[in-house]
């Protein structure tokens, strides 16, 4: 279910989004989970966690999104900072609140915030639960994504 571009950025960062993302024109995709880490860790506000998913299904880890360095590759980063799935995604998590109409996200059928399976249609539509979005605060704008 494609999720709309003006949400892309609050699915991004909800704590346990999947999601892949394609550019239209070039036919390009990747797909990412991005979770956030507990509110204890190291003290701080937590950062993100980017993974992306290999041509065998499994994650590789990419880089981090801190709140002031923005999102880096670290010592357990599979990826260099020159590999198109870390600029693929530091590009899409720069340009979130703007994206092109050529560039699509879409999310997997599974709760941004708490990665359960979503199974009533309205929440599927949203990329988010019923209970997961009146915590997080998120009311979508006429019901939809
Ligand atoms: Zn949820």
Not at 34 to 52: D, E, N, Q, S, Y
Request: overall charge positive.
């Amino acid at each position: 279910m494609q999720i709309k571009n003006r949400n892309v950025k609050k699915f991004i960062e909800a704590g346990k989004a999947f999601f892949t993302v394609r550019n239209k024109e070039t036919g390009n995709r990747f797909s990412y989970r991005v979770f956030r880490a507990g509110k204890t860790h190291l003290g701080k506000i937590p950062p993100w966690f980017v993974w992306t998913r290999g041509s065998n299904g499994k994650y590789i880890y990419v880089g981090t999104i801190f709140e002031k360095k923005g999102f880096v590759t670290t010592s357990k980063s599979k990826v260099t900072e020159k590999d198109i799935r870390f600029q693929a995604f530091k590009w899409l998590y720069a340009n979130a609140k703007k994206l092109p109409a050529k560039v699509e996200v879409f999310h997997e059928g599974k709760c941004c915030r708490c990665g359960k399976a979503l199974t009533d249609p309205v929440s599927i539509e949203k990329g988010i639960g019923p209970i997961c979005e009146k915590n997080y605060g998120w009311y979508w704008k006429g019901g939809s994504v």
